[in-house]
Structure formats: C-alpha cells, structure tokens
C-alpha cells in the first residue's frame, strides 16, 4: 500500500498550480473543485484561490457579490498572519459594494424590489456584520459614509439620481485590478518555487565544503571559506515557514528516494526477454549466428589452403566442366536444386503466412432529426425599457453584459434577440 501523501505538499502543489501555471481551464476545474470540497486549507492555499477568484469574475467585466465575500477571506488570512490591509484593496472593496447595490436602480424604477433587497443583504446585513465584529480592516470611514448615502437613496430620489450619474460599474471593475496587480505579487514566490531556490543554495553550500586544504595551490586563497560566512548569515536570516518548507522538502525527498524502485533493470530485462522472441519468429538469433561463425571460419580454412596456388603461375583449364580447384565445397553442396536434401530445408528463410484483415461493415449514418423552431414570444413593455436602459448604461453591442445585469428582465431570450430587437426599434425611429 502506498503512503499517503503529506497535506502540506499538496497544498503546495495546488498552489504551484494555481499561481505558476498559464493554464487556465485547469485553474478553473481546479478552482471549482476545491470550492465545493469540505476540506480546510492553510492561510497561503486560501489567499491564492480568493485572489484567483476575483480575476475571474471580473474576466468578463462583470462584478457580483462574490467578489465581497473573497475580498472578506483575504482580509481575514492577512489579520490572522499579521499583514497590514492595503489601501486598494478598501477602495475596491467600497466599490464593489456600491455597484453591487446601484445596478438594480438602474434595470428597475421600483426601488422597493430589488434595490431593497440588496441594501437589506449588502450594507445592513454583510457590512453590518463587519461593524459589529469591529476586527476587521474593511470597515472604513469611506464606507461608512457611502452606507449612509444608500440609505438615503431608499427614500430620497434625488440620492438615486446622483448615484445613477456615477459610472460605479467602471469604477468597481478599475478598483479591483489595481488591487490585484498589488495583492498577487505581495505574496512572492511560491513554496516550491523557494524551496527549488533553497534547494540549490545548499547544494553550493555542499559544494563549497568539498573543498579541501590539499587541492588548494600554495599562495592561493580558498574561495569556499570566504563565502562560508556569507551562507550562514543568510540561513539565519530564514523565517520559520522557509525553514520548515526546507525541511519537509529534504524529508519528502529522503522518503522518495527510499521508496521508489529503479524501473531501469526491470525494462531492460522485459526488453531482452521479447528481443529474444522476435529474433526467434523471425528465424534470426544465436542459431544463425552460429552458422554464420562456422561459415566464416570453414571458408578460412579453405581460403588457407588454397593460398599456396595462388602462388603457382595460372594454367589454362582444359574444358569449362573441369571443376576449379580453388572453389568451396560448400557452394556445391548447397545447391538451390537440391530440394530433398534436410539440411538446405533447414537453412532456408520461412515467411509467416499472411493474416487476413477483418474489415468492419459500413455503420448507418444517423439522419438528424429536424429542431423544431422556438416558439415566438412577442416583446412587452416592460423588456423594452430594460433594453433601452441596458444601451444606455453599457452601450450598443454590449448584449451579453446586457442580458447578465437583468436577466429576470429578458426571460428566456439571447443576445442575438436583444441585438435585433434593438435593431429593429432604431430602424423605426429614424
């Protein structure tokens, strides 16, 4: 059975993954597997997957509530570890929070419906939370002055007409970038990528130990004692988390080596062993090396005693049947007409039959079924005055933005219906 494998490694791997890697799909699958699991990560794990969160939420330049709660597990990592909170991370954090409560003044004019909901749910019950707790660092005098100013905005139209002037989605979407173009950097490399640093730090350290008396030449320095010190200095210098990474690195290391056998000679004895059987179907092997040996060293022989006549001035044959002296008895035992013979059965090449190839019949090609068509629903009010405040908040060819801000709004319709319904309400216009 094999050991299973230590939770602190792991996590440095999904990190590694997470941070160093350029493949995102997997960071996506990896992300959604990890949210859905029931499993505690330390503090570094859960900063990367909240970071990695928010850049892809904002990918499509669209800000939810989400973002609130990530930014709310980053603040809290940092207070757990000491770190200061970063001004760009507040801004972002008040930034996203009105967004996430403006957007539904502008897709509705009912400020009871939605609107309400989302200051109940945002800055009375999230925001009121972090008031209460008084520990956390998102708690601002910005953001107690924009809750505020939302609070008004139930009640007093003229609040919500100065908040609807605001580009708050714009405003949010800069917010968040800026903080994390600071935040990913901030946290340094990864574990794996220290300790591959480390690693090779102690391996010139070893190397620089080697160094002895007897290979230094009289009158020269030893350049392995001076950097000594330099070596020390900065071990010392390591904060315990690098020295208890290097330290489980080293051991890991140990554990593979004493765990995982060399495949190398297994290979090469299966390798031998099915050589050994092709050159044996193929009727090639030691058999006829064999033969080819005493070929060789029969025609020695025979080239051996006839080198003496070559020695003799040449004689003109009597007849073309008169047989040569010099030639090799085995040339005239092996001939090709000497069918019944068993030792030329046994020299020459056997071919393996032909095999017959089993050919698959032709499959039926399944015929596609005809789609019906959708069924055509006509266009109300009440989706034409969301198309029209969608265009003017995100602009014309923005549909999918469009269709994500209001989606109760265009029930069970496309971007490419609210493209040509668009289309068609300008045609008429002009």
Same mark, same amino acid.
């Given at each position: 059975?094999?050991?299973?494998?230590?939770e602190?490694?792991?996590?440095?791997?999904?990190?590694?993954?997470?941070?160093?890697? #350029?493949?995102?799909?997997?960071?996506?699958?990896?992300?959604?597997?990890?949210?859905?699991?029931?499993?505690?990560?330390?503090?570094?794990?859960?900063?990367?997957?909240?970071?990695?969160?928010?850049e892809?939420?904002?990918?499509?330049?669209?800000?939810?509530?989400?973002? =609130?709660?990530?930014?709310?597990?980053?603040?809290?990592?940092?207070?757990?570890?000491?770190?200061?909170?970063?001004?760009?991370?507040?801004?972002?954090?008040?930034?996203?929070?009105?967004?996430?409560?403006?957007?539904?003044?502008?897709? #509705?004019?009912?400020?009871?419906?939605?609107f =309400?909901?989302?200051?109940?749910?945002?800055w009375?019950?999230?925001?009121?939370?972090?008031?209460?707790?008084?520990?956390?660092n998102?708690?601002?005098?910005?953001?107690?002055?924009?809750?505020?100013?939302?609070?008004?905005?139930?009640?007093?139209?003229?609040?919500?007409?100065?908040?609807?002037?605001?580009?708050?989605?714009?405003?949010?979407?800069?917010?968040?970038?800026?903080?994390?173009?600071?935040?990913?950097?901030?946290?340094?490399?990864?574990?794996?990528?220290?300790?591959?640093?480390?690693?090779?730090t102690?391996?010139?350290?070893?190397?620089?130990?080697?160094?002895?008396?007897?290979?230094?030449?009289?009158?020269?320095?030893?350049?392995?004692?001076?950097?000594?010190?330099?070596?020390k200095?900065?071990?010392?210098?390591?904060?315990?988390?690098?020295?208890?990474? =290097?330290?489980?690195?080293?051991?890991?290391?140990?554990?593979?080596?004493?765990?995982?056998?060399?495949?190398?000679?297994?290979?090469?004895?299966?390798?031998?062993?099915?050589?050994?059987e092709?050159?044996?179907?193929?009727?090639?092997?030691?058999?006829?090396?064999?033969?080819?040996?005493?070929?060789? #060293?029969?025609?020695?022989?025979?080239?051996?005693?006839?080198?003496?006549?070559?020695?003799?001035?040449?004689?003109?044959?009597?007849?073309?049947?008169?047989?040569?002296?010099?030639?090799?008895?085995?040339?005239?035992?092996?001939?090709?007409?000497?069918?019944d013979?068993?030792?030329?059965?046994?020299?020459?090449?056997?071919?393996?039959?032909?095999?017959?190839?089993?050919?698959?019949?032709?499959?039926?090609?399944?015929?596609?079924?005809?789609?019906?068509?959708?069924?055509?629903?006509?266009? #109300?009010?009440?989706?034409?005055?969301? =198309?029209?405040?969608?265009?003017?908040?995100?602009?014309?060819?923005?549909?999918?933005?469009?269709?994500?801000?209001?989606?109760?709004?265009?029930?069970?319709?496309?971007?490419?219906?609210?493209?040509?319904?668009?289309?068609?309400?300008?045609?008429?216009?002009?």
């Amino acid at each position: 059975m094999e050991p299973p494998i230590d939770e602190d490694i792991t996590e440095w791997i999904l990190e590694f993954i997470l941070r160093a890697t #350029s493949d995102e799909a997997l960071q996506k699958k990896l992300l959604y597997a990890l949210s859905t699991s029931n499993s505690r990560f330390r503090s570094r794990l859960t900063k990367t997957m909240a970071l990695r969160s928010i850049e892809y939420e904002i990918e499509d330049a669209f800000i939810s509530e989400r973002i =609130l709660e990530c930014l709310e597990i980053v603040d809290e990592v940092d207070r757990l570890q000491g770190l200061s909170i970063m001004d760009s991370m507040k801004k972002a954090y008040c930034a996203v929070a009105v967004e996430c409560t403006v957007k539904y003044l502008a897709s #509705s004019s009912n400020r009871d419906g939605k609107f =309400l909901e989302a200051v109940k749910r945002i800055w009375r019950g999230r925001i009121g939370n972090l008031e209460k707790s008084k520990i956390s660092n998102l708690l601002t005098e910005e953001l107690i002055e924009l809750r505020e100013e939302i609070e008004k905005a139930v009640w007093d139209e003229g609040v919500c007409t100065t908040l609807l002037d605001r580009n708050t989605r714009n405003a949010a979407l800069f917010s968040v970038r800026a903080y994390l173009e600071e935040a990913m950097p901030s946290m340094g490399p990864t574990i794996l990528e220290l300790g591959s640093k480390l690693m090779r730090t102690v391996g010139d350290e070893q190397l620089q130990h080697r160094v002895s008396e007897e290979n230094i030449q009289e009158g020269g320095e030893c350049v392995g004692d001076e950097r000594a010190p330099a070596v020390k200095e900065k071990e010392r210098t390591r904060s315990p988390e690098v020295r208890q990474a =290097l330290a489980a690195l080293k051991a890991s290391t140990l554990d593979l080596q004493t765990s995982v056998t060399d495949p190398l000679p297994e290979a090469l004895r299966v390798a031998e062993v099915i050589a050994l059987e092709m050159a044996r179907k193929n009727g090639t092997g030691e058999v006829v090396d064999a033969e080819e040996g005493n070929t060789e #060293s029969g025609g020695a022989k025979e080239v051996g005693t006839a080198m003496p006549s070559s020695s003799h001035p040449n004689t003109s044959r009597q007849s073309l049947m008169e047989r040569n002296s010099t030639a090799r008895t085995y040339e005239w035992e092996d001939s090709i007409y000497d069918d019944d013979s068993t030792e030329g059965r046994s020299k020459c090449i056997r071919l393996s039959s032909p095999k017959k190839t089993v050919v698959s019949p032709l499959k039926k090609a399944n015929v596609p079924k005809f789609v019906r068509k959708r069924k055509i629903k006509r266009w #109300s009010l009440q989706e034409e005055e969301a =198309l029209r405040l969608g265009v003017e908040k995100y602009g014309v060819g923005s549909w999918k933005m469009i269709l994500k801000s209001n989606p109760e709004a265009f029930d069970e319709r496309t971007e490419v219906d609210l493209k040509d319904k668009w289309r068609n309400l300008t045609r008429y216009q002009r």
